[in-house]
């Protein structure tokens, strides 16, 4: 039940793109992704909604594949500040007050100069 | 400014004993939750409260109680039981709702080691 994440763990040099990949086997209603800093609490990066659109936030930018179950984060340009380890949490359930919240394991993302 | 509190940052634990860690929110939030970070691990749920009163086990339970007498604070106590406690803390508070959907906002943490 527990999402997978893919890659585990990818080093980019600066400017360089990347794509993390987050998969369910059960329906989603929503998918929040984290990014999480050696040593300090998850921050919160965006959401996407059952039904809705692409979302972005700077050049950092993720969609959900309501059909394939999956939602992938999109990191472009990388920065040194993009380092850390990336989670997707994803709300399995429907509309109403009976959903789940389910973390993923985690991708290690370490941007080098 | 609004936020989520823990403490205290670090906390040593002795054989046998029972140790709470706390974690307080002002941003009005109905619900908060207590996860387990081991090292190079992601988030285990332990313990969720969706309003005053009222909080449901989470995935790794068994060794932890918690209360949730106000709103505002949601205490977790590590208890004897717990053989392997030593893990970075968090708490984080939610306020479920059309737009936010639960997104979770977590507090610096606590972490717990054994002497």
């Known amino acids: 039940q527990q999402p997978v994440q893919s890659p585990q763990a990818v080093i980019l040099r600066e400017g360089e793109d990347a794509v993390i990949n987050c998969s369910s086997s059960k329906a989603l209603y929503s998918v929040h992704w984290y990014r999480q800093k050696h040593g300090e609490a998850p921050v919160f990066l965006m959401i996407?909604?059952?039904g809705g659109e692409q979302k972005g936030h700077e050049k950092i930018s993720a969609s959900f594949n309501e059909k394939k179950q999956q939602s992938s984060l999109y990191l472009t340009a990388s920065q040194l500040s993009y380092s850390g380890t990336y989670f997707c949490d994803l709300s399995i359930g429907d509309a109403g007050n009976n959903r789940k919240l389910i973390w993923g394991l985690g991708t290690s993302l370490a941007v080098n100069p | 400014d609004g936020g989520i509190t823990q403490s205290p940052k670090y906390l040593f634990r002795k054989e046998g004993q029972n140790v709470t860690l706390s974690c307080e929110q002002n941003l009005n939030h109905d619900a908060m939750y207590w996860y387990r970070q081991d090292p190079g691990q992601g988030l285990r749920l332990i313990y969720y409260s969706q309003i005053v009163n009222d909080f449901q086990k989470g995935d790794i339970a068994e060794g932890y109680s918690v209360s949730r007498e106000k709103k505002e604070s949601f205490p977790l106590t590590v208890t004897s039981a717990q053989k392997n406690p030593t893990a970075f803390y968090l708490c984080?508070?939610?306020?479920?709702?059309?737009?936010?959907?639960?997104?979770?906002?977590f507090g610096p943490g606590t972490r717990l080691l054994v002497l």
């Open positions: 996407l909604l059952k």
């Open positions: 984080a508070s939610s306020s479920p709702g059309q737009l936010t959907q639960e997104t979770q906002y």
